[in-house]
């Protein structure tokens, strides 16, 4: 099995944090340039897929869908899922900015796997249904295509890894979210997962594990 994990392309809320206090975050529409990434981003998604027809199973947020339309890709793909559990992270009330920089701040403080937003969720959280999606994902049949394509965010595709690789809650806080319209590989050869390439990664894991 082949996974090709897809963040989607520049939002609002990636531009203007105060976004997300006049208009809910699953309705956070691309920026221009978002759209000009995710249709830049086609054909290279499309030159991976080199002829199969994978399944293609997208957070149902406006973002993510914007981005996979503006792949131009619907030839190419044997189904499309929308997929609530791949959803980016619950944030509860963002309307007042000023409590959302509260926040922000004590989940870095605090962890942020283990914080859990009021209203909202913890990485923790993220990680359970992402490991409901991987574990439905791994009992799909043999008519389920071999390749399969993720739109869905930054948190989410990290928690998706470390879930598949079984990295401690350590590495996954020290690793960065991909960029906007960034991807990763992962395949399967028997049952060893390997990743394309590593996460950008702002400081040293604290109990020294590495992405290797």
């Not at 199969?52 to 899922?81: G, M």
């Not at 403080?109 to 990680?127: I, M, N, Q």
Request: negative net charge; contains cysteine.
């Amino acid at each position: 099995m082949r996974i090709i994990l897809l963040r989607h392309a520049e939002s609002l809320g990636n531009v203007d944090e105060l976004a997300y206090t006049r208009i809910p975050d699953h309705a956070l529409p691309l920026t221009e340039a978002g759209r000009e990434q995710a249709r830049l981003a086609g054909p290279e998604i499309e030159a991976l897929l080199d002829g199969e027809r994978p399944a293609v199973y997208v957070s149902p947020y406006l973002r993510t869908r914007e981005t996979l339309r503006l792949l131009d890709i619907s030839d190419c793909y044997e189904r499309v899922v929308p997929e609530p559990r791949l959803r980016e992270q619950d944030w509860g009330n963002l309307q007042d900015p000023l409590e959302q920089e509260v926040q922000k701040q004590r989940r870095h403080e605090f962890g942020h796997f283990f914080y859990r937003l009021p209203f909202g969720e913890s990485g923790a959280d993220v990680d359970d249904r992402v490991a409901a999606f991987l574990s439905e994902l791994a009992a799909c049949g043999e008519n389920h295509p071999k390749t399969v394509l993720v739109v869905s965010h930054g948190l989410t595709i990290r928690l998706l890894c470390r879930r598949l690789f079984g990295w401690s809650i350590e590495l996954f806080e020290s690793l960065s979210n991909p960029t906007t319209c960034e991807y990763r590989v992962l395949e399967r050869d028997g049952d060893k997962w390997t990743l394309d390439r590593p996460f950008r990664q702002w400081r040293d894991s604290p109990d020294g594990e590495t992405q290797d």
